[in-house]
């Protein structure tokens, strides 16, 4: 049943769909030119008119979800910038609405590190953290209702404080905006491979590091717990990331929820994929079909990937 191109795929157990890709959006407020970012060959920190370029290109290819991430131009310490109404991701959030109705699903990335002067994912006790989780909370719940309003589908809280989905359920709802789902960044890791994040979105903490908040890597039936947890909190989709040194978390956490079940692959995995492919040592193509089938595999009904557009090119061809 190998013999042939025609027989493996009679017989293929998975398969892709663009469809089930999100592409990860930057969009940076007071930026001229797109500027392409060196460690994720193709994406780009855009402007408004380059970021709806991008979107109409993604439709074209076939991908209709992506995720958006600000870099706002003027950081604080409690990163307002992410719940004012003309923050930069509200206003892309409205451009995109305006331009594409609901042919698009548009999520929203809900963390501060973009926004805090300190780079951490919630507002600090005291000059040098620790993060304080509870005050956290109620600015998550503020950013929320901005970005529903400005016309997000779901938000997608990245920041595991504790009781994120709740405050964050708690708040859209008594805002009328129950109808908006919440993507959870449940089983989200203490990872090196967010570092070419970190230099595209400008996020990386100015002190410390995130493993105070984000899950220690050694842990799966940690994740189970964090997953029930915001489940019971009202979570639409639940994600785990990074997605392929992870395989083992999504497939645990497929099987024992069946929910939606999303997967990031990050951006380190894709800087490695496209590193080691310009020195000619993996083949970029055929790597980027094994990883993103080995993450569907693994239990993944939604990708989150830097490589949604060329994928879902390839898918169509
Ligand atoms: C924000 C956030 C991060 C990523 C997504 N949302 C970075 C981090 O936690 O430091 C990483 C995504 C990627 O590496 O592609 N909290």
């Given at each position: 049943?190998?013999?042939?191109?025609?027989?493996?795929?009679?017989?293929?157990?998975h398969?892709?769909?663009?469809?089930?890709?999100?592409?990860?959006?930057?969009?940076?407020?007071?930026?001229?030119?797109?500027?392409?970012?060196?460690?994720?060959?193709?994406?780009?920190?855009?402007?408004?008119?380059?970021?709806?370029?991008?979107?109409?290109?993604?439709?074209?290819?076939?991908?209709?979800?992506?995720?958006?991430?600000?870099?706002?131009?003027?950081?604080?310490?409690?990163?307002?910038?992410?719940?004012?109404?003309?923050?930069?991701?509200?206003?892309?959030?409205?451009?995109?609405?305006?331009?594409?109705?609901?042919?698009?699903?548009?999520?929203?990335?809900?963390?501060?590190?973009?926004?805090?002067?300190?780079?951490?994912?919630?507002?600090l006790?005291?000059?040098?953290?620790?993060?304080?989780?509870?005050?956290?909370?109620?600015?998550?719940?503020?950013?929320?209702?901005?970005?529903?309003?400005a016309?997000?589908?779901?938000?997608?809280?990245s920041?595991?404080?504790?009781?994120?989905?709740?405050?964050?359920?708690?708040?859209?709802?008594?805002?009328?905006?129950?109808?908006?789902?919440?993507?959870?960044?449940?089983?989200?890791?203490?990872?090196?491979?967010?570092?070419?994040?970190?230099?595209?979105?400008?996020?990386?903490p100015?002190?410390?590091?995130?493993?105070?908040?984000?899950?220690?890597?050694?842990?799966?039936?940690?994740?189970?717990?964090?997953?029930?947890?915001?489940?019971?909190?009202?979570?639409?989709?639940?994600?785990?990331?990074?997605?392929?040194?992870?395989?083992?978390?999504?497939?645990?956490?497929?099987?024992?929820?069946?929910?939606?079940?999303?997967?990031?692959?990050?951006?380190?995995?894709?800087?490695?994929?496209?590193?080691?492919?310009?020195?000619?040592?993996?083949?970029?193509?055929?790597?980027?079909?094994?990883?993103?089938?080995?993450?569907?595999?693994?239990?993944?009904?939604?990708?989150?990937?830097y490589?949604?557009?060329?994928?879902?090119?390839?898918l169509?061809?």
């Amino acid at each position: 049943m190998r013999r042939t191109e025609v027989l493996r795929q009679l017989v293929a157990e998975h398969a892709l769909r663009a469809e089930q890709l999100v592409a990860p959006l930057f969009v940076k407020e007071g930026l001229s030119q797109p500027v392409e970012i060196p460690s994720l060959p193709g994406q780009y920190q855009h402007t408004l008119p380059s970021l709806v370029r991008e979107v109409g290109e993604l439709l074209e290819a076939g991908v209709r979800a992506v995720i958006l991430f600000g870099i706002p131009a003027r950081k604080d310490a409690a990163g307002s910038e992410a719940y004012s109404p003309d923050g930069i991701v509200q206003r892309a959030l409205r451009r995109l609405r305006g331009e594409f109705g609901d042919q698009v699903v548009l999520l929203a990335d809900l963390c501060l590190c973009e926004y805090t002067d300190h780079g951490h994912c919630g507002v600090l006790a005291g000059p040098e953290g620790p993060v304080d989780n509870d005050a956290t909370l109620e600015i998550y719940g503020r950013v929320a209702v901005a970005q529903a309003e400005a016309g997000a589908d779901l938000v997608a809280p990245s920041g595991m404080m504790d009781g994120q989905v709740q405050a964050i359920r708690r708040s859209l709802d008594q805002a009328g905006y129950s109808h908006v789902g919440i993507l959870a960044y449940a089983a989200k890791y203490a990872s090196c491979f967010y570092g070419p994040f970190r230099e595209a979105a400008e996020s990386a903490p100015r002190f410390g590091d995130r493993r105070t908040y984000q899950m220690d890597p050694p842990n799966v039936r940690e994740a189970l717990r964090e997953v029930a947890q915001d489940l019971e909190e009202g979570a639409d989709l639940v994600m785990v990331k990074p997605a392929l040194p992870y395989l083992d978390v999504l497939r645990a956490v497929k099987e024992r929820f069946g929910m939606p079940t999303a997967a990031y692959q990050v951006s380190g995995e894709y800087a490695m994929i496209h590193a080691a492919a310009q020195r000619g040592w993996v083949d970029l193509e055929r790597a980027m079909w094994e990883t993103l089938l080995a993450i569907r595999r693994a239990g993944a009904d939604v990708i989150l990937t830097y490589f949604a557009k060329e994928a879902a090119r390839k898918l169509r061809a």
